[in-house]
């Protein structure tokens, strides 16, 4: 589909670069995401091709090893991927996220020492936030670091970590009341490490434990996992940034890029819908016409183009604020609001466009429903979203006097 989605003003190597992603996608993706998800299988073949494309390292700096492309380029990269599948997208988002944190905030040896091998595809990263009781209230956060001479003791369960049975290195977000007096705010006493741990389930490392693959209703082949601290010992030199008590803004500042992520997810899932819809509705026929002369099908057509028109461009935007340098928290949080609920809108019509073969498992579109309603979730549900903001038009739009 190439009437839809163009964006203009690209590079060259942009260009390339997407090209060559699309290209991926199409042979290497499409064909065998569906047998996969259902079977809710880790695409091994597909990381690998990933990462000989160098996607691992897109926006690490090149002298770490990256390609050190723009948030532009990556977040087209992933509507490109997640048009093809979208838990792929999520295998690399957290890496990203990860990498870009550790660029921004760590300390010269943290980035010497993980960014190459990140960029490689060497070390994957996982970030864990959420915990049983909390996911949009960040601030609740219970697991708790102390300090013991030169180390930290980590204690507390961690929920729904993306990749984390399959990441080596995972940014963790844990209350670190040590150097604040009584009373600091939350959000002053959380603290970021950087996590280093063996592959796999179980205890991956002493004290560390990955109990397995939680299952989900869609979003499969990724992995998801709960983590759990027992006396956890970590080295002070694996306090993000070398500073405890700054957690919760990198994380805030990790998650913002992530949310220009999840609409650009929305907009690969979303066009993938639609070009299913406007193909199927061509080849049914109903009444002596195919579906797609029926003024009611088409206008459907005509609002899913519309949406998928309207997010890609909001997406956009917001990458492109964040990457001339300036604060992008209120487009990103309008574009990824508006695509991922989009995105369901869209799904959902291409699946009644199906009629009953989208309830059949043997079409994509049943995937693409149950896998619509995670980006409706993830980095913040659009509650979360509205309030963001909301609190910025009132900044933008304060009444004076
Ligand atoms: C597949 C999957 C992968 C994930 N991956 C990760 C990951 O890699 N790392 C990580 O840290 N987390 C991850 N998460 C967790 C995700 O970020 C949280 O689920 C999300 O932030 C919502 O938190 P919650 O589930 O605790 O819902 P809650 O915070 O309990 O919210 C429940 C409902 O209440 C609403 N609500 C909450 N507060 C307010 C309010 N103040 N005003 C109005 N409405 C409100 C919410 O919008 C929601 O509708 C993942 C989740 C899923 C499903």
Redesign the pocket.
């Known amino acids: 589909m190439s009437r839809l989605a163009q964006t203009h003003g690209l590079t060259e190597i942009q260009q390339e670069i997407l090209s060559t992603v699309r290209d991926f996608v199409d042979k290497e993706i499409i064909p065998v995401a569906t047998e996969l998800e259902h079977r809710d299988e880790y695409p091994q073949d597909i990381v690998d091709g990933l990462k000989e494309l160098g996607l691992f390292g897109l926006m690490i700096p090149e002298e770490y090893g990256g390609l050190g492309e723009s948030l532009l380029t990556y977040a087209l990269c992933v509507e490109e991927i997640a048009r093809g599948w979208m838990s792929v997208s999520?295998i690399i988002n957290?890496h990203f996220i990860v990498a870009y944190m550790l660029k921004q905030h760590g300390t010269q040896e943290q980035k010497d020492y993980f960014l190459p091998r990140m960029a490689a595809g060497e070390v994957r990263g996982?970030?864990?936030?959420?915990e049983p009781?909390?996911?949009?209230?960040v601030s609740a956060i219970t697991s708790k670091a102390v300090k013991e001479g030169d180390e930290y003791v980590l204690n507390g369960q961690?929920?729904?970590?993306?990749?984390?049975g399959t990441s080596t290195l995972v940014a963790v977000?844990v209350r670190s009341d040590e150097g604040h007096p009584e009373g600091t705010a939350a959000h002053k006493s959380m603290t970021t490490f950087l996590i280093e741990k063996e592959p796999g389930f179980g205890e991956v490392r002493p004290g560390l434990t990955i109990p397995g693959k939680?299952d989900?209703m869609g979003?499969k082949g990724v992995d998801?996992t709960e983590l759990i601290m027992q006396d956890l010992r970590i080295p002070a030199n694996r306090v993000l940034g070398g500073e405890t008590g700054r957690g919760f803004y990198q994380m805030m500042d990790g998650v913002e890029v992530g949310r220009v992520n999840v609409a650009a997810r929305g907009c690969g899932v979303a066009q993938r819908a639609f070009e299913l819809g406007v193909s199927y509705a061509q080849q049914r026929h109903t009444f002596g016409k195919p579906i797609a002369q029926h003024q009611a099908i088409q206008f459907k057509l005509a609002e899913m183009a519309t949406k998928v028109e309207a997010a890609h461009a909001m997406m956009v935007n917001a990458a492109r604020k964040k990457d001339s340098g300036e604060r992008n928290d209120l487009e990103a949080g309008m574009a990824k609001y508006l695509a991922s609920e989009y995105c369901k809108e869209v799904v959902e019509d291409a699946f009644r466009i199906h009629g009953g073969y989208g309830f059949s498992k043997e079409y994509e579109i049943e995937r693409l429903y149950r896998e619509a309603p995670?980006l409706l979730?993830?980095?913040?549900?659009?509650?979360?979203q509205k309030?963001i903001i909301g609190r910025r038009l009132l900044e933008e739009y304060r009444v004076q006097g």
Not at 126 to 130: N, R
Not at 158 to 164: R, S
Not at 377 to 384: C, F, L, Q, R
């Open positions: 999520g957290t996982a970030f864990s936030m959420s009781g909390l996911g949009s209230d961690k929920m729904w970590l993306t990749n984390g977000l939680i989900k979003y998801t995670m979730i993830g980095e913040g549900t659009a509650e979360i309030m």
